[in-house]
């Protein structure tokens, strides 16, 4: 099993600052790596997958990039919807999850 | 729009069995790969089980140790999941999830219900 770990835990960022966030997988897994967001009471959305295209309907401000091991999510100016749990995903088989970053406002 | 809507979940005493359901809308059900993940309350995401279009393919989180049983009745656009002998440390909401492929292992999950508690207490 593939064991996905993020940092930091929590990040705290002013709205309209930028946030990154970092996923490392214990293998490589390739560029079959996706992000998710998720908010208290709603189910994960996809944002990103194959580590850096994005998800329809997802606005520009999030990118990712990487590949092999390590990998990126850049929220490029925080809005105040964008306060919330994300998690990365690598999908080769089987599918793990990292522990989650959450978002909160400083 | 695609809709999954879970059901089954509830209170249940350890050592019991429930079964999961899943109704799947918005989409050709039968053309998808199709998952279950669950959600400690308060805890981080954690695949359970996925099932292939036509059922061919079904893979286990390591975790499961033969409890969990996933299947799909794509004639009924439904996904279930049987959880027998249920431990207190099964207690969390659980999601099916919709593959972006027909089989897993290439592609992320582009939808999820709003999942389903289940409570594991005597």
């Known amino acids: 099993e593939i064991v996905m770990t993020q940092s930091p835990a929590t990040l705290s960022v002013s709205p309209g600052e930028a946030a990154t966030l970092s996923c490392r997988a214990s293998?490589?897994?390739?560029?079959?790596l996706a992000w998710y967001q998720q908010k208290p009471g709603q189910a994960p959305r996809l944002l990103i997958y194959?580590?850096?295209t994005r998800a329809s309907g997802i606005p520009a401000r999030f990118s990712g990039s990487g590949s092999g091991t390590e990998f990126t999510l850049t929220i490029s100016s925080l809005q105040s919807e964008d306060f919330a749990v994300y998690y990365c995903?690598?999908?080769?088989?089987?599918?793990?999850f990292g522990q989650g970053t959450k978002v909160e406002i400083k | 729009e695609v809709q999954l809507v879970e059901s089954g979940g509830g209170l249940v005493q350890p050592g019991r069995s429930l079964r999961l359901s899943c109704a799947a809308s918005?989409?050709?059900?039968?053309?998808?790969?199709m998952h279950w993940v669950r959600q400690a309350p308060g805890k981080g995401l954690e695949w359970v089980s996925g099932i292939s279009w036509n059922s061919g393919a079904i893979t286990y989180a390591d975790f499961v140790k033969g409890r969990f049983t996933i299947s799909r009745d794509n004639a009924q656009n439904s996904l279930y999941l049987q959880v027998n002998n249920v431990r207190p440390g099964d207690t969390a909401f659980y999601f099916c999830?919709?593959?972006?492929?027909?089989?897993?292992?290439?592609?992320?999950?582009?939808?999820w219900g709003q999942g389903t508690l289940v409570t594991v207490s005597s």
């Open positions: 999830a919709k593959d972006m492929g027909k089989r897993y292992g290439a592609a992320p999950f582009d939808s």
């Open positions: 194959g580590a850096s």
């Open positions: 918005g989409f050709k059900f039968d053309d998808y790969a």
């Open positions: 995903q690598q999908y080769n088989n089987p599918v793990t």
């Open positions: 293998h490589s897994v390739s560029r079959n």
